[in-house]
């Protein structure tokens, strides 16, 4: 733990290269296997396989690529994904690498959308999309029996249900929700309250904050990508695989000097006087209701990841800590 004296000291935001020691080049600046170690990838997650398993063949693909261009350096030590989908579920599946797997915890703070085909046991009732719309709140969910949480009764908010078609009986949902939401839950659940009765047909998910459908890639497209840059054209492996501070552009963000960071490498918090700026969204209550701090990202002056944490003290203040640690990402 480094001394306090020496954190509460003047941060030069200007130090040179050369005192840099644990950060990152700048997330524009990196070489392949910098990217590599710290990357993520918005996967579009295909049918049959688990989630689980596609992280695995990421994982290998990535090694194999580090192998041949940087042997002497270490693999990728893990991927970690953006919440599991079942094998059949399509769709956004951000996958973090490297050290990123660290900042995993991120995907819980934002929403998740999905695109469900809501299977009807009977014909729509007359009233279908107004028993939809009420289904548009705080809901109460308890996890299904396969699933590896606690069976306990809880509470998730779908901020939207939208209905986008209706066809016999068949209707096209457009779902945005809190993370951890059981969708086959909800089907079931909007079906009991309908009068019908309905299941859960095919489902894809469209976003995971602060990723989308607009710009997915395939596994093919990532192996693609990988072979090319071995040959040494990388400029579609930087399409596929994006530096990990891209995952964390939904969070409020603390500004901190390059000396704040590189003593926050070895453990200590980030202290008043190495704050440079701070999001006002940062010192707000949580978005869940709650009195807790939210979860913000501190990055340098040039946008380099340092750490995950909340903020306890006054950014302003001439002392005292103002983010407390989560997780360091140097």
């Known amino acids: 733990m480094t001394d306090a004296s020496d954190v509460d000291a003047p941060a030069d935001a200007d130090a040179p290269a050369d005192a840099e020691g644990p950060l990152r080049a700048p997330p524009g600046e990196r070489s392949v296997p910098e990217l590599l170690r710290f990357g993520v990838v918005n996967l579009d997650k295909p049918a049959g396989p688990s989630s689980h398993q596609v992280s695995a063949w990421v994982r290998d693909a990535i090694d194999e690529t580090l192998a041949a261009l940087d042997p002497e350096g270490p693999p990728t030590g893990g991927v ?79 901020h939207d249900l939208d209905v986008l078609e209706v066809d016999d009986r068949q209707a096209l949902l457009r779902i945005r929700c809190e993370s951890g939401t059981y969708v086959r839950k909800l089907c079931h659940d909007v079906g009991l309250a309908t009068g019908v009765g309905a299941h859960m047909g095919h489902l ?111 950014p302003d203040a001439a002392s005292g800590t103002v983010v407390a640690l989560e997780r360091v990402l140097l």
């Open 80 to 158: 970690a994904h953006s919440g599991t989908l079942d094998p059949k579920v399509t769709g956004c599946l951000p996958t973090l690498t490297g050290d990123a797997t660290r900042m995993a915890q991120v995907f819980l703070e934002g929403t998740k959308e999905y695109v469900a085909v809501l299977e009807l046991h009977g014909p729509a009732p007359a009233d279908f999309e107004e028993v939809v719309a009420e289904f548009e709140s705080e809901i109460y969910q308890k996890p299904p029996r396969k699933s590896a949480v606690s069976r306990r009764l809880r509470t998730r908010t779908i």
């Open 204 to 314: 894809r998910r469209t976003a995971t904050d602060p990723f989308d459908d607009r710009d997915l890639h395939t596994l093919q497209d990532l192996v693609d990508a990988l072979a090319w840059a071995e040959d040494g054209d990388d400029a579609l492996l930087r399409e596929v695989i994006r530096p990990a501070e891209d995952a964390l552009t939904h969070l409020p963000a603390v500004t901190v000097a390059r000396s704040a960071a590189r003593n926050v490498a070895t453990g200590a918090p980030v202290y008043a006087p190495g704050v440079v700026d701070v999001d006002d969204e940062a010192t707000q209550p949580d978005r869940d209701g709650d009195d807790d701090p939210p979860l913000v990202a501190c990055f340098t002056p040039d946008g380099v990841a340092v750490c995950l944490g909340r903020v306890v003290g006054d």
